[in-house]
């Protein structure tokens, strides 16, 4: 099961918020080498310390959005390409394909006029797991949805599918104990049915 590393049953959205700086930092750092430019060099364009360059990208110290738009202009990029990936509007959702390019070997596909995205497998995050799941519930959202008569019917449906995309990936969690659970009771059937036979054989 290819669930994201949570120590201490950590809330997902606290982690991803603790880890903030870190990845803005990181993304400086690319963007910063990429141009073959120092920590002092860069620093010297937005009036820091190459220190304070490194306590940036190191993720000690978060840069407030003034300075983050300096050091944007000075690497001649957007200051999108530093923040988290905002999906609310078309640029904002073209900047998290680009980090899903990057960490999950994203790549976009054309076929017959349509576009699709498509992952790599074998990453240390593997989203085809994750896919597959989201795919298999899909199906069952649609299914259901068709065959649901009444507004009421079709409202429980979409209450379904909106609590299980927002527990995610606790959903995960479950059916994978379920059926290692499930698992477990067949192997015992299997052990036991074995043992039943093997008494029958001495009679």
Not at 106 to 120: I, P, Q, R, S
Request: proline share 2%; charged share 30%; aromatic share 8%.
């Amino acid at each position: 099961m290819a669930l994201i590393n949570n120590p201490g049953g950590k809330d997902l959205a606290e982690m991803a918020a603790d880890m903030s700086a870190f990845r803005i930092g990181g993304r400086i750092r690319r963007i910063r080498t990429a141009r073959g430019l120092s920590q002092a060099e860069l620093g010297s364009m937005v009036g820091l310390s190459a220190d304070r360059v490194q306590q940036y990208e190191n993720g000690y110290r978060k840069p407030k959005m003034d300075k983050l738009k300096e050091i944007a202009a000075a690497l001649g990029v957007e200051t999108m390409a530093f923040t988290d990936p905002e999906v609310t509007n078309g640029i904002g959702a073209m900047y998290a394909f680009f980090e899903m390019e990057r960490l999950y070997g994203a790549h976009v596909v054309e076929k017959d006029g349509e576009y699709y995205v498509t992952f790599e497998k074998g990453r240390v995050t593997d989203m085809s797991e994750y896919l597959s799941e989201w795919h298999k519930v899909c199906l069952e959202y649609k299914s259901r949805l068709a065959e649901a008569k009444t507004i009421e019917e079709r409202d429980a449906v979409e209450l379904d599918y909106l609590i299980w995309k927002s527990t995610f990936p606790s959903t995960l969690v479950y059916n994978s104990a379920k059926k290692s659970q499930k698992d477990k009771l067949k192997s015992q059937i299997e052990e036991l049915q074995k043992k039943l036979s093997d008494l029958d054989d001495e009679d």
